[in-house]
């Protein structure tokens, strides 16, 4: 089967540096994406790593390791407008995506 | 611009009622998704689609079904409704582009089964 394992919650201050991580367990895999949903909201998609390392996408950086199973979404320079909750979420053959149950990010001032 | 859009926003119902839940998206993308979204258990993937006329179970399929007649509409309907199925219903879109799945979501329907 696949399974995703990520923390419940994660609290930062604002202007910090957080990680939030992922671990996998699929078939077939061909990516791991990143989702984030604030309070209320719709899922809006953040980041996409298929190969191993780290992308960068402004303040958003995320990182895989296809031989560990396991990624992460690195948040810099925190701001209160990113309290949300994230969701990794693994991509396969087909054209699905198996979520995890997410993160709930809390930025404290 | 392209959109998904999905009505209605907030619905109430009765158990043992048929309800139809609408999604329609502009973007012309051929995968249409259903989820459900609960309290400790993330989006969980309901039914889904390829194309027109072509559908398929996702991991709590039971009691819902969907249709795909057009490339922009994917309708859920929940048989005759029950209590565990008041969540949070979102539907999505997306397109493969260099084996990656980027998924737009629509709005969400809250949906509530007295």
Not at chain 1, 37 to 66: C, K, M, V
Not at chain 2, 31 to 47: A, E, K, P, T, V
Not at chain 2, 83 to 103: L, N, P
Request: net charge negative.
């Amino acid at each position: 089967g696949q399974s995703l394992e990520q923390p419940s919650e994660v609290t930062a201050v604002e202007g910090a540096i957080v990680q939030i991580n992922c671990t996998y367990q699929t078939s077939g895999f061909y990516g791991l994406s990143w989702y984030q949903q604030h309070d209320g909201g719709a899922p809006t998609f953040l980041s996409y790593n298929a190969l191993d390392g780290l992308e960068e996408t402004g303040r958003f950086s995320s990182f895989l390791s296809r031989s560990d199973s396991y990624g992460y979404l690195l948040l810099q320079e925190l701001q209160m407008k990113d309290s949300a909750s994230y969701f990794c979420a693994v991509s396969g053959a087909t054209n699905k995506l198996i979520f995890g149950t997410g993160t709930l990010l809390a930025v404290q001032p | 611009d392209a959109e998904i859009t999905q009505s209605p926003r907030h619905k109430i119902t009765e158990t043992g009622r048929q309800v139809t839940l609408a999604c329609h998206q502009t973007w012309n993308h051929n995968n249409m998704f259903w989820y459900r979204q609960d309290l400790g258990h993330g989006l969980r993937l309901i039914h889904y689609s390829y194309g027109v006329q072509d559908t398929n179970k996702g991991e709590v399929s039971d009691g819902y079904s969907v249709s795909r007649s057009n490339t922009e509409d994917l309708p859920l309907t929940l048989e005759s409704a029950a209590s565990s199925q008041t969540s949070v219903y979102f539907c999505a879109s997306s397109t493969r582009t260099s084996g990656q799945d980027t998924q737009y979501f629509g709005p969400g329907t809250r949906l509530t089964v007295l």
